[in-house]
């Protein structure tokens, strides 16, 4: 059953692949966003990335299992801080969850997303490719991805709720972390923009995506950067097809700083790439053999262990 599913992506792939080299022979009408070009405030950390993944892929796992923290990303060895999981975040309406905790050392506040399930995983991938887009609701000359507009703001409120009453059971907490792999990334983003612009916190935002694809055009990546942080890791494993998506042919544009792990078979190698979002000798270097593969098994950890 697995196998006819991914030779039903490898197809799909191929074809977005192909209709991509089809519509992209521009590739130097690339917009230069007008960054502040800030670096992040905090060094790239391999020990906070694994940690920060591991809280991603919590959110593929059942809520029982997240609320009593045994998933087996919970436990995956001992670098992974324990979660006092506050919250919940669902709606069945979209499929969308995710949940808030805090650290057992009481100094983080830790808010993560799920991204897409395997049984829709195609159709998303399909989709990426033919977006629709709408103004942002908190700066309307901003364009982002309907779908994920819409996915965080039915959960918005109970991220606003969940958050406020995360923030009053943990005053000795000093930082906010949101985290998400795939969609679940693309949701990180909504949200700590919705956050920061609904003022729910003054602490500092650290962000981390894995694999995610890409939210909004420039005018949103500007808004972004100049409202609400520079500590955001950009995390593309390899030829992960899904942060090619959808292309900038069609007006989108990533956050930054991406950090590309560009060699499979040594995983701690990397490069930190150039504030603009879309560095073009990190991932946006890659033209062909993009794959789904490596979108399922960050660092060849699974997302499938729960
Ligand atoms: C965690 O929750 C599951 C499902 O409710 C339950 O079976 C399991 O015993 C619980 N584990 C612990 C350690 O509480
Ligand atoms: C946990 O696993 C990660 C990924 O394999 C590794 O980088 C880290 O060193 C491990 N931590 C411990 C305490 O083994
Ligand atoms: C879930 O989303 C639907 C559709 O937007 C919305 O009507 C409903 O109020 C949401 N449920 C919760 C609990 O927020
Ligand atoms: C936020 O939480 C505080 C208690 O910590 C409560 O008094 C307040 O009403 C809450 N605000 C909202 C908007 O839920
Ligand atoms: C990838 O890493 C392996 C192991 O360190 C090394 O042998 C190989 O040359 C690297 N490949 C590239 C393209 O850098």
Known sequence: MFNKKVWTL????????????????????QPTIKYKNVPSEIP?????????????????????????????YCIYNSSVTPLLVTQLIDNDSTNTFGFIGITTDKKSIVISFRGTEMESLDNWITNLNFPKSEPYPGFPGALVHSGFNRAYRNVRNIVHSGLNF???????????????????????????TDIYESQ????PLEMYTFGSPRVGDVAFAEYFE??????????????????????????????????????????SQHIVCNPTGEDPSCSDSLKVALNVFEHLAYFGISKDLC
Request: net charge negative; hydrophobic share 45%.
């Open 10 to 29: 490898v197809s799909i792939i191929f074809m977005i692949i192909t209709v991509n080299t089809v519509i992209s022979t521009k590739v130097n009408d």
């Open 44 to 72: 790239f950390s391999m020990d906070s990335m694994f940690l920060q993944l591991m809280y991603s892929y919590t959110a593929y796992c059942i809520p029982e299992q997240i609320v009593n923290w045994t998933c087996p």
């Open 166 to 192: 995360t923030l009053g059971v943990c005053p000795t907490c000093e930082k906010l972390i949101i985290t998400g792999h795939s969609l679940g990334g693309a949701l990180a983003i909504m949200a700590a």
């Open 200 to 203: 729910l916190t003054t602490l």
């Open 226 to 267: 100049s409202t609400v942080i520079t500590n955001y890791w950009r995390i593309v494993y390899d030829h992960d097809l899904v942060p090619h998506l959808p292309p900038m042919q069609l007006n989108f544009y990533h956050l930054p700083t991406e950090v590309w792990f560009n060699n499979a078979s040594d995983p």
